[in-house]
């Protein structure tokens, strides 16, 4: 067991900005090649038109979980050592809302944004502009929003943790939701797409 | 991949006549080997450094880091701003994810060249005018920065990652932003439809 490499000291800090920019890249080239520039085919997902944005988010879900399960099955990371961010539930869940309703009504999300300007989408940059004042606000108002922004904390919990059952058990069954998933996102797909498009 | 090895070669490039100025665009992958693609960057981010990926961390870095420039009494007494500012032993710009953030610029620059996206244009629909649409951009922006932060990340850092590592507040929060898209979605359909 020698994963994650960073935790093990293979390389330091420095190193890590390289590997930071470079996974960066990869993460820049998938987003924009699943067509996640374009602000129309992202907001399709909330008109039922094309539901891209399900399809790829748990493609990419399912396929870094059962990597990830299978590497710490074989022993090769330490899972322990692979970072799981906190959860404060009722934060998280108004939190959740709001980017929801700001993605609607934007077309965007940080990452997409970004591949957005990259790519010369106008509303893309304006986008992020937005992003920089939104965050300047929740910083301005911080003070007062601190005692909700740490309430309803759990802890690193995971969904396994929560439901008693066991990683793989549990992973399995996020495969198999993703399967039923994408098998009813095509279907919804061909069923909202008539007429709309030629 | 073989469209890409093809619109990547130099001398194919080269070998275009100046005057072919509107190239073909390329359509999009497939949805599920895109989402392939992404999650095995995912992956390469937890086995290398046992992190996920992120985007909204970059923009409070930055974000704190002005504040820090034109008030910094301001910034070392409020504690979200002063936590991105870190205790001064590196400069809070020499962040993995503003590092991240901008491998996503480059990343999705190459793909959009390679495919001949790169324009510049304004996603919208024809029933909403280019002024109208950047004010929803930036209304958009702010509610999703806000958001972002409440929520302690964004799609890629709750939703994709949080997602992937089967974190309760992720998949709470992934459930909330399409309830919270799919909410509002009706009233915006101007903007889009």
């Not at chain 1, 399960?69 to 869940?93: A, E, H, K, M, N």
């Not at chain 2, 093809?6 to 006549?17: G, L, M, R, T």
């Not at chain 2, 072919?20 to 392939?36: E, S, T």
Request: aromatic content about 14%; proline content about 3%.
């Amino acid at each position: 067991m020698n994963a994650p490499y960073f935790k093990f000291g293979y390389f330091g800090d420095e190193i890590s900005l390289i590997v930071a920019f470079v996974i960066g890249i990869g993460f820049g080239f998938f987003l924009e090649r699943a067509g996640f520039g374009s602000g129309r085919k992202l907001a399709a997902q909330f008109y039922l038109t094309d539901m891209t944005v399900f399809k790829v988010m748990f493609t990419a879900i399912v396929t870094a979980m059962v990597g990830l399960f299978w590497l710490s099955v074989f022993g090769i990371v330490d899972l322990s050592l692979v970072y799981v961010s906190q959860t404060y539930l009722v934060p998280q869940i108004v939190g959740g809302l709001i980017l929801g309703v700001g993605f609607v009504i934007g077309g965007y999300c940080p990452g997409t944004s970004c591949v957005a300007a990259a790519t010369g989408k106008y509303d893309g940059m304006i986008y992020l502009g937005g992003i920089v004042v939104g965050i300047f606000i929740f910083g301005e108002m911080f003070p007062l929003l601190e005692n909700f922004y740490t309430s309803t904390a759990m802890g690193s919990v995971t969904l396994p943790e929560l439901f008693g059952m066991s990683y793989g058990l549990l992973v399995f069954l996020v495969v198999l939701m993703a399967l039923g998933g994408f098998a009813g996102a095509e279907w919804v797909e061909k069923k909202f797409s008539k007429g709309t498009s030629q | 991949m073989t469209t890409l090895a093809k619109a990547a070669s130099p001398e194919d490039i080269a070998a275009q006549p100046v005057v072919k100025a509107d190239r073909k665009v390329q359509p999009y992958w497939n949805p599920y080997l895109a989402g392939v693609g992404l999650g095995l960057v995912l992956l390469a981010a937890f086995v290398i450094m046992g992190r996920g990926l992120g985007a909204s961390g970059a923009f409070t870095s930055l974000v704190s880091v002005g504040v820090n420039a034109v008030a910094p009494e301001h910034a070392k007494f409020n504690a979200f701003f002063s936590e991105y500012l870190g205790d001064g032993t590196h400069h809070p710009l020499k962040e993995w994810l503003v590092f991240e953030v901008i491998g996503v610029l480059v990343g999705g620059f190459i793909s959009g060249s390679l495919a001949h996206r790169i324009k510049g244009t304004v996603e919208k629909s024809p029933r909403i005018s280019i002024r109208g649409r950047m004010m929803f951009a930036f209304v958009g922006g702010i509610l999703m920065g806000f958001g972002a932060k409440l929520a302690r990340g964004c799609t890629s850092g709750q939703a994709l990652t949080g997602g992937a590592l089967l974190g309760v507040g992720s998949w709470a929060f992934m459930l909330a932003v399409f309830a919270g898209g799919y909410a509002v979605a009706y009233f915006f359909r101007r903007q889009w439809t």
